[in-house]
């Protein structure tokens, strides 16, 4: 077994818990790396520390490798980062035990198509959100599934988000909690200007499209696309972005089998 660590260096600033892991896998022999100074390779387990952003972070690092992630716990909730501090050294126990669970978590595949027939694809575990940029004008888009017409929008934008992601922008924006292990896809509209401010969950099958509209003046609209928070791409009236299911999945280790209800009680 190897491991790599991905630090948070301003979750972890001193890098004390860095040290600790590296002392505890030092002492049981367990060979290790730190990233990115020690790339993350085929088969390795991932020890991330920080919050769900990093967990983040280092599955886009791992998204096309077989290398499961674990979280240290230094952020807030941390829905994704089951290990708190003072239980390193046990977690770590575990694994190498072979005391763990591994559970696979859907990513979506953003397809961004430009008016001027280029495009750019890129990926997210938790949520693609397209939402407005510089005006502070309310944002028209065009909503469709499967290529058939399903409403306009008039929002700051939407947030397409898989269950692992719904407990993060989709939860502050009203949308709903789902099991994180669900092949579903939820739209939630941002400060949406109408009376119908519900989500809507399709299935994991389904192709959302979004698309730009011109303002209401006619003029153009500028926008932007960002995956998990980390890319960000600029979009403009008569782009769009297709989000569907990707074929990768993110992995993620766990040393107890607990169901979703019961780490919701404990998060709330």
Excluded: W
Excluded at 126 to 145: E, F, M, P, W
Excluded at 178 to 195: D, F, G, K, M, V
Aim: hydrophobic content about 35%; proline content about 5%; charged content about 25%.
């Amino acid at each position: 077994m190897t491991v790599k660590i991905y630090p948070n260096t301003y979750k972890d600033p001193d890098g004390s818990i860095t040290g600790r892991i590296r002392s505890c896998l030092e002492a049981r022999g367990i060979p290790y790396g730190i990233y990115p100074e020690d790339p993350i390779s085929d088969g390795d387990f991932v020890i991330a520390i920080g919050g769900d952003g990093t967990m983040l972070q280092a599955a886009r690092e791992v998204r096309n490798l077989n290398a499961p992630i674990i979280g240290v716990n230094k952020g807030a909730l941390g829905y994704l980062t089951e290990v708190e501090p003072d239980c390193i050294e046990e977690a770590i126990d575990r694994i190498a035990a072979g005391q763990y669970y591994l559970e696979n978590r859907m990513m979506l595949k953003g397809r961004v198509c430009f008016a001027d027939g280029s495009a750019r694809e890129d990926l997210a575990l938790n949520d693609v959100v397209i939402s407005r940029c510089g005006s502070l004008k309310i944002q028209l888009l065009r909503i469709s599934v499967n290529g058939r017409f399903l409403h306009e929008f008039h929002a700051d934008g939407v947030i397409l988000t898989t269950p692992t992601g719904s407990t993060g922008y989709n939860l502050s924006a009203g949308g709903p909690l789902l099991e994180p292990t669900a092949q579903l896809i939820t739209l939630t509209p941002i400060c949406p200007h109408n009376l119908n401010r519900n989500s809507i969950v399709f299935s994991g099958e389904d192709e959302i499209e979004v698309e730009v509209l011109p303002a209401k003046d006619g003029g153009e609209q500028m926008m932007e696309a960002s995956f998990d928070g980390s890319t960000v791409v600029r979009l403009r009236t008569g782009d769009r972005i297709l989000v569907s299911r990707a074929e990768n999945v993110t992995e993620l280790l766990t040393l107890r089998q607990t169901s979703f209800l019961d780490i919701l009680q404990e998060k709330l």
